[in-house]
């Protein structure tokens, strides 16, 4: 599985945003090839699921074929965590 932690320039809160997403997958068990990237870069590359602010999501969605959530504080693993669930649920729906 790999997910993408997406910021306007992909260098200061989506390294934030993938550690904190890399956290929670070891906290659950679950192995995932987190990257940290720029917006444009995210439009370009593959991945099971996106992970960035509230304010680039719709952006985002209109771009990408896979599931975009929101994270308001990159830092709160609670938040991230309870993002990553959301998408782990879906999978099992599958």
Known sequence: ????AVCGFGVGSSMVLKMALDKVAKDLGIK????????STAKATEAD?????????????????????????FMDKNEVKEQFEKYLATLKEE
Do not use: G
């Not at 999501?57 to 074929?65: A, D, H, I, T």
């Open 1 to 4: 599985m790999k997910v993408l």
């Open 49 to 73: 699921a996106y992970f960035t602010s509230a304010e680039l999501v719709s952006e985002l969605e209109n771009s990408v074929k896979n599931p975009v959530y929101p994270i308001h504080k």
């Open 32 to 39: 995932v090839e987190v990257e940290n990237t720029d917006l």
